[in-house]
């Protein structure tokens, strides 16, 4: 080697040490007070955000620097994958009733997050996205990473905006959590621009956000207790989000009274506890006949806070256009959804909390006590376990979970075949206790149910997985372990993405292709990172499984890899097939 070449390696070494003196140097300087990034944080422990989920980029890095000052106000639970972060950001919302907030980095960290936006979008969950973005300055130019976040997420979320102007941070983000909680509650994107974070935020005073609420006008109530009167088979469907125990006990308590059959909609059954004398089940993928024939049958639809979409409607066909407008009472929190699929008799734009509290008190004259038993009774025999081939039984075991977990143990699941299991024979018993992706995000569950945990600490929280539906976000397990978020997860190993295969082979019988699936051993995979594991392949094993996994829990994440039979399905009619939520072409329906 020359003494030229010797001679600026010498000199490019020491240039690279002055560097990175002068870069820690940088990283340990506090930001000025004031800054666009520390008035951010500050909107954020205003509103009571309690914690934020994310996976780091040096784009927001002035934000994380904030955040490291309010540690014993806002915890910081740093995730694998964007996607992870978004989803338990959005479970987040689903159970507090605050915006799930969640940051990531330009470019391919927006695009991770993406899934848990649209599931946010999809199922009206309050949630707030900060991304980081590049300069300003460098805009337009396809700069590295650089995304116009307004094109992307504008119609995934209710708002998609940047903060150009550093004085207008604390303005923007107030914006942001009002867009997220009024009217239809949904997800907002704040693009942080890495050059602005820096600068002053402004004097503006920081409020804490409190969302307009509408309720029903008293005419409109007399207007129902009116037509309510006239009815012969009645019929209350509650669905959507921000639902209170409150609103749930009062809605309980009206229907108790005057015997009203009421049903929840697709993935909304911890709205009313289904132990309730009055409750005829859900209008879900896999829906109970005898419920669908009760509604096609009813002479009065109350609809509250459901939009009445392609499931909870199996496939737009549990009603006729003609003569709906005679019988259909729609209030939801969005005026857009008014009418936007059904004709009404009756509609209004009204929370559904505050519409429940209204509507519980109409006395309508009259009551349909033998019409709600005979609907509870449907419900409570299709609820129960059911014989099946194969050597796991899962309505028995999710029988079993049902016995087992207390009244206010959290439920979480993704998309997949398995997942009818769980919503038939799981009988939820206190509001804000299912967590479950009306979008049929697969990936939900594992990551939704961290999230859970982070919220309720001392509360079980169990998930149940499909092996196909684990594995989208199953790295995730690092992040329980790391945070000390000790759920217990049930993943269904059938060696198949189930739900595909059962309509592949609908369509195309005898030529699999692409749905068959090699699983590791999950129980080793558990241990690697530090969780506890145990295998199951008998029911009558499932029992000493889950009272392991619980006790394990107390003290790390646990996971029972439960494996079933790719081949046994369950035996209902329509509905219980396209818990992907895509790619149906098929009636919606098992096969078994």
């Known amino acids: ?84 972060a978004a989803n338990m950001a959005e479970a987040y919302g689903k159970l507090t009733g605050k915006p799930g907030l969640c940051m990531v980095t330009r470019g391919p960290g927006a695009t991770h997050a993406s899934i848990g936006v649209h599931t946010a979008h999809q199922d009206s969950t309050p949630m707030i996205l900060f991304v980081g973005q590049i300069a300003l ?4 130019r396809g700069a590295f990473q650089e995304v116009d976040y307004r094109e992307v997420f504008g119609g995934l979320a209710k708002w998609a905006t940047e903060i150009e102007t550093p004085a207008r941070t604390v303005e923007i983000v107030e914006r942001a959590f009002a867009t997220a909680l009024q009217g239809r509650m949904g997800p907002v994107v704040v693009a942080l621009p890495e050059n602005i974070l820096h600068d002053d935020g402004g004097p503006a005073p920081v409020r804490a956000v ?138 209004a734009a009204a929370d559904n909390s505050l519409a429940a509290l209204a509507l519980s008190e109409i006395d309508p004259g009259r009551t ?65 206790t299912q967590l479950a992706p009306t979008s049929g995000a697969m990936g939900y569950g594992f990551p939704a149910a961290i999230g859970a945990k982070a919220v309720h600490p001392d509360r079980e929280v169990i ?18 372990v790391q945070h000390g978020l000790n759920i217990i997860t049930v993943v269904v190993d059938n060696g198949t993405y189930g739900t595909i ?41 499932f029992p000493s499984a889950l009272t392991a996994a619980r006790a394990a829990a107390k003290t790390q994440p646990a996971l029972i890899h439960l494996i079933t039979d790719a081949r046994t399905s369950l035996p209902t009619a329509p509905s219980a097939g396209c818990a992907r939520g895509r790619g149906c072409p098929l009636p919606h329906g098992e096969r078994g």
């Open 368 to 432: 349909w006590h033998d019409e709600a038993a005979i609907g509870h009774g449907d419900y409570q025999a299709f609820s129960t376990p059911v014989p099946v081939t194969g050597a796991v039984n899962m309505s028995e075991c999710m029988a079993h979970l049902n016995d087992a977990v207390p009244p206010d143990a959290v439920v979480t699941n993704g998309a997949g075949n398995f997942a009818a299991w769980l919503h038939r024979f799981y009988r939820h018993k206190a509001c804000r």
């Open 1 to 84: 080697m020359s003494s030229f070449a010797v001679g600026s390696a010498s000199a490019i070494g020491a240039a690279a040490r002055d560097l990175l003196v002068t870069v820690a140097m940088t990283q340990t300087r506090s930001q000025p007070q004031g800054t666009a990034a520390r008035r951010l944080v500050e909107t954020l422990v205003v509103n009571g955000i309690d914690t934020v989920f994310c996976v780091p980029g040096e784009s927001y890095l002035a934000v994380l620097d904030a955040l490291a000052d309010v540690k014993d106000q806002i915890r910081v639970v740093t995730c694998r994958h964007e996607a992870g």
């Open 210 to 347: 409190t969302p307009a609420r509408s309720a029903l006008p008293a005419a409109f109530v007399a207007q129902v207790r009116e037509t309510l009167a006239k009815a012969e088979r009645p019929l209350l469907v509650l669905g959507g989000s921000g639902w209170t125990q409150e609103a749930s006990d009062a809605v309980a308590g009206w229907c108790e009274r005057i015997g009203l059959p009421v049903s929840l909609s697709f993935r909304r059954k911890d709205i009313l506890k289904n132990d309730h004398p009055c409750y005829v089940g859900d209008l879900g993928l896999g829906c109970n006949p005898k419920l669908i024939a009760r509604a096609k049958g009813a002479d009065l639809i109350i609809a509250v806070g459901a939009r009445l979409g392609e499931n909870p409607t199996q496939g737009y066909t549990l009603f006729e256009r003609e003569g709906l407008a005679d019988r259909l009472i729609h209030i939801h929190p969005g005026p857009e959804e008014l009418g936007r699929v059904w004709p009404t008799l009756l509609s």
């Open 463 to 480: 998930c149940i997985a499909g092996d196909g539906d684990f594995m989208m976000l199953a790295q995730e397990l690092a992040t329980a």
């Open 137 to 140: 300055t460098d805009r337009g």
């Open 501 to 541: 295969r059962m309509h592949q082979e609908g369509h195309y019988p005898g030529r699999v292709i692409a749905t068959d699936l090699k699983n590791p051993d999950f129980v080793k995979y558990a241990e690697a990172f530090g969780a506890f594991g145990v295998r199951c392949e008998r029911t009558e094993d």
